[in-house]
């Protein structure tokens, strides 16, 4: 991930990698389906991380020619190891600024920017940077989600509010973890023509035990537990409060539970 002069909130531990993998493999349909890149295409995945969407990427695209770039040399090495282990041979690894990316201008057919931009203090700079970097009429995807749009039942007022602190963590780091609302005015703002935002929904109950345990636990659970010390050295809630939510999120795993989260998938083309 692009962490330009400010901290990835979620930290570069195993644990975070797991997350991140886990992450991927389970909303592997729901976000990666319909992105699929034409043979001889070549593609700038801006914020590959350790790899886990690139992976997906390159699958599903296997003609094409990617090139990865993340600011972190620690992540693109695990990248480099994630596509190794899969056999994948389309992908090239670059590390590099996304605020200052070393290609000439319309180098790439494509863009793929996916939990990126609520990291970074100037989303729409970021993007703007990116879209000279695009051919005439090429594409740019972007996703992102939104932690304001996270509900559930049983309702818990603690587990609300555990949530409630990783947002404004992230926004103290100069991110936004409820970026995924913005991107139509962001792609708008950068420049991009033909923009289209789809709202992709991850609905869970017991009759969904795959999503009950790879997104409910796995994914966003881990991902709030994993602000615990950062919520409670700035005071933002008690440990009470803190487990008490916590326990609620889990809760949601429950025969009687619903949990329900919104990705928002953006298009826009250089016109």
């Given at each position: 991930m692009y962490m330009s002069r400010k901290k990835y909130i979620h930290g570069y531990t195993n644990r975070e990698s797991e997350r991140l993998s886990d992450q991927a493999q389970t909303l592997t349909g729901l976000l990666h389906d319909d992105t699929r890149y034409h043979e001889g295409s070549h593609v700038l995945e801006a914020g590959c991380g350790i790899g886990a969407q690139t992976v997906i990427l390159a699958k599903n695209s296997p003609g094409a020619c990617i090139t990865s770039v993340d600011i972190s040399a620690d992540s693109l090495h695990r990248a480099e190891g994630?596509?190794?282990?899969?056999?994948?041979a389309n992908v090239t690894f670059c590390q590099g600024d996304i605020f200052q990316l070393p290609f000439r201008h319309g180098t790439f057919d494509h863009i793929f920017v996916c939990f990126v931009l609520e990291h970074l203090p100037e989303p729409q700079r970021a993007l703007e940077q990116l879209r000279p970097l695009l051919k005439t009429c090429g594409t740019i995807t972007v996703i992102e989600g939104d932690h304001g749009s996270a509900f559930f039942y049983p309702e818990s007022r603690y587990a609300q509010k555990a949530i409630e602190c990783l947002v404004h963590l992230q926004r103290n780091m100069g991110g936004n973890a409820?970026?995924?609302?913005?991107?139509?005015?962001?792609?708008?703002a950068a420049g991009f023509g033909e923009v289209h935002v789809s709202p992709r929904m991850v609905y869970v109950d017991a009759?969904?035990?795959?999503?009950?345990?790879?997104?409910?636990?796995l994914t966003f659970t881990a991902m709030v537990e994993g602000v615990?010390?950062?919520?409670?050295?700035?005071?933002?809630?008690?440990l009470e409060e803190w487990d008490r939510g916590i326990r609620d999120l889990y809760r949601t795993c429950g025969k009687d539970g619903v949990f329900c989260y919104t990705f928002f998938k953006a298009t826009g083309t250089r016109t």
């Open positions: 994630m596509t190794r282990k899969e056999g994948i409820l970026i995924g609302r913005q991107l139509y005015p962001l792609l708008v009759s969904r035990p795959a999503l009950v345990d790879g997104f409910i636990n615990r010390n950062a919520a409670r050295e700035q005071g933002m809630i008690s």
